[in-house]
């Protein structure tokens, strides 16, 4: 099989991951205002859904911690990628945000001025 193509599926995989675990830990951030708005509209007190906080403070730091394994992992299989010989630009699934109108302004000021 082409290079290109096995290098473009596990691309693939690895922003699904990503992907993956920020959905977990956007999940994960709404269980917190939820069960924070629960522990408010039930009028208990804040010990009374201590632990499950702290586990779930727990969960989330773990899920901090993969995602920046992920990341780490990421840029190391970029590196495989150019030592194996493989040079080809991979595309995600989805576009990443573009730089706010006021960065890109700042930026293109400093550029014109040099030039």
Do not use: Y
């Not at 290109?4 to 269980?31: C, G, H, I, T, Y």
């Not at 201590?50 to 403070?57: C, E, H, M, V």
């Not at 780490?72 to 576009?95: F, N, P, S, Y």
């Amino acid at each position: 099989m082409e290079k290109a193509f096995v290098v473009q599926r596990v691309a693939n995989k690895v922003w699904s991951s990503e992907n993956a675990v920020d959905e977990a830990l956007a999940q994960a951030s709404a269980l917190m205002i939820e069960i924070t708005n629960a522990r408010q509209e039930l009028r208990v007190s804040a010990g009374t859904f201590d632990k499950a906080t702290a586990d779930l403070i727990k969960a989330m730091g773990a899920l901090g911690a993969a995602r920046t394994a992920l990341v780490e992992m990421h840029e190391e299989l970029a590196d495989v990628k150019v030592r194996i010989g493989d040079r080809t630009k991979l595309t995600g699934t989805w576009d990443k945000p573009k730089p706010k109108p006021d960065t890109v302004s700042e930026h293109t000021s400093d550029i014109r001025a040099v030039s």
